[in-house]
């Protein structure tokens, strides 16, 4: 594998012979020390060993990630080409071998295969397995860095899922709205890069196209301002005054559109909450007596 794991053996053979060692691996992980030991330990972090098994998976995670990123620089690849081959394929057996386990321990091995983390997991380590029929495809395996959302179940950051799917709620809640200030976004830069363009002309400016008057504009209105383009006559320059101004007062539209959403998806959860449940409007107390009207820490009426 890159001329390190299987010597001169093509990568037809080299990939079903490292992949049959690491399940035969696994098979005989599981009968040593147990399927039920293992999915606690793989799966559960409530044990001392599963949270030392998902620690070091996440610094395992992170090293990876760390190493292709470092191995992108010309210069570290060409003194530490070796070290950097060698860190790439231990990580990704190991990660192969995690994800058999994972496969193993299930009662139901395609659901979890066809779950989000199981599509993570496989997507971790599939680019090395690509890289040796394509090359240059192994660079995508800095898609590991996704698996480190596993730090939630890790952290007991359970309240934190919870609050991301209220902003997820209220992204849903928006979309029709955010979808049409992007449409009128859309119209609004191809008007003002056509005007740009009909006003600075292709010759005296870097306005060479209407496309590049519509890039400007993207740029102008988002106050990113990179600069490369900019109006030379006094009415284009008067109109790019206008659009960025325009631009700050647009920024707080998404930003409204997605409070209010927001807010209205709080209310739909405290609805859905018993009444004990729902919390105090002074001191955010809950688990209420089911004929209380008033709090009974801070006596705000309920």
């Given amino acids: ?21 690491l399940l035969l691996l696994a098979l005989l992980l599981l009968r040593l020390l147990g399927r039920q030991w293992l999915y606690r330990t793989i799966f559960e972090a409530e044990t001392a060993a599963g ?6 998976l996440m610094l395992a995670i992170v090293t990876s990630v760390l190493a292709v990123i470092l191995e992108s620089d010309p210069l570290l ?10 860190a790439e394929w231990s990580f990704t057996l190991l990660f192969t071998l995690e994800y058999l386990l994972r496969l193993l321990c299930v009662n139901q091995p395609l659901s979890y295969a066809g779950s989000f983390f199981g599509l993570v ?45 209220l902003l997820w709620s ?7 709205k955010i979808a049409v200030f992007l449409l009128a976004m859309v119209i609004l830069v191809v008007i003002i890069g056509a005007l740009m363009y009909v006003i600075e002309g292709p010759i005296n400016s870097g306005f060479r196209s209407m496309p590049v008057g519509i890039y400007w504009a993207v740029v102008t209105i988002t106050t990113v301002g990179y600069g490369d383009v900019a109006p030379l006559t006094p009415l284009g320059r008067f109109l790019a005054s206008a659009v960025m101004l325009l631009g700050y007062s647009i920024i707080a539209v998404p930003t409204g559109i997605l409070t209010a959403e927001f807010g209205a998806a709080v209310q739909r959860q405290q609805a859905d909450l018993p009444e004990r449940l729902r919390p105090c409007p002074g001191c955010d107390h809950v688990d209420h007596d089911t004929d209380a009207r008033h709090c009974k820490l801070c006596g705000v009426e309920l």
């Fill in 1 to 21: 594998m890159r001329d390190l794991i299987a010597g001169s053996l093509p990568p037809q053979l080299q990939i079903p012979l490292v992949l049959g060692g």
């Fill in 51 to 56: 949270r030392r098994f998902d620690l070091v």
């Fill in 77 to 86: 690849q060409q003194r530490w080409a070796g070290v950097f081959t060698a």
């Fill in 121 to 165: 997991d496989l997507l971790a380590i599939a680019p090395s397995f690509l890289g040796l029929v394509i090359p240059g495809v192994y660079v995508f395996i800095v898609v590991r860095v996704l698996r480190l959302l596993r730090i939630f179940r890790v952290l007991r950051m359970g309240d934190y899922l919870q609050a991301s799917d």
């Fill in 170 to 176: 209220a992204v849903l809640g928006g979309r029709r």
